[in-house]
């Protein structure tokens, strides 16, 4: 049985009052829902006053990227060793924002998922194809290469700590939802990566969370797809009340 996993993605958005804000709204959201796990990804700056705000709460804070280094001449990055002392337990890594608007290779992002292990940080790794691969019939493709590479590393026993979150390109803050079909389609062939990769006990106990314009209105349709087990939420995550029903589903 795989637990739901709602996490909120703030992207460069909420400064710092707001932030504060809407942390209390989901800390409270997630204290009346104890049957699914939640966390919030919000600025670096943010970390760690967000993180004395969830002192207590079953909410976990997730940091959005990090670096491959420990260390060193890598100006305006963060390393695992700056994020594990302000609290930050998980890490979204190859989110599509960074590999399309910031270049990072499927490679790169392996290392980072290695890293964050090392550092006792738990990895969200995404993957997910732009609506031109979707259209030449390569969807399969670009999600296998990049959750083979991003995995390269990861031991079977790892991968308890692993979530991957399908997160198609084109339906990410588009206001386009991929329909419960076509998510659950790409989810199941995930899936059946992950066996491949490993065998079948880790396939079926590693959470594979959607991502892609999620909202209160949609939220309870993806959930109920077996192979759906979460949602890596943007926009609708920057509004407690909206944020707040999404963690509140329907089930
Ligand atoms: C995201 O940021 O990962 C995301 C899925 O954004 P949105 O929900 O806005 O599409």
Not at 188 to 203: K, P, S, T, W
Not at 209 to 220: E, H, I, L, R, T
């Amino acid at each position: 049985m795989r637990r739901p996993f709602l996490a909120g993605n703030w992207k460069m958005n909420l400064d710092r009052r707001s932030a504060l804000d809407l942390v209390n709204q989901v800390r409270a959201a997630a204290d009346r829902r104890a049957d699914v796990d939640v966390a919030v990804f919000p600025s670096y700056v943010y970390l760690d006053e967000v993180a004395r705000a969830l002192a207590g709460s079953r909410v976990r804070l997730g940091a959005q990227d990090m670096c491959h280094e420990d260390s060193g001449a890598f100006t305006g990055a963060v390393s695992a060793a700056r994020l594990t002392p302000v609290g930050c337990e998980s890490d979204s890594l190859g989110h599509p924002a960074r590999r399309h608007g910031f270049g990072a290779r499927a490679q790169l992002v392996g290392a980072k998922v290695r890293k964050a292990l090392e550092a006792g940080i738990d990895p969200i790794l995404c993957v997910g194809e732009t609506i031109e691969e979707r259209e030449d019939g390569r969807t399969e493709e670009v999600v296998k290469r990049q959750l083979v590479a991003g995995l390269a590393s990861v031991s079977a026993a790892e991968m308890s700590k692993v979530t991957i979150a399908y997160e198609p390109v084109w339906a990410i803050g588009t206001g386009l939802t991929a329909t419960s079909e076509q998510a659950g389609a790409v989810h199941d062939y995930l899936r059946g990566v992950l066996a491949g990769l490993f065998d079948e006990a880790v396939a079926n106990a590693t959470r594979i969370q959607y991502g892609g314009s999620v909202k209160p209105s949609n939220v309870s349709e993806l959930m109920a797809v077996d192979s759906i087990d979460g949602a890596l939420v943007g926009g609708a995550s920057l509004d407690g009340d909206s944020f707040t029903a999404i963690i509140e589903f329907q089930n």
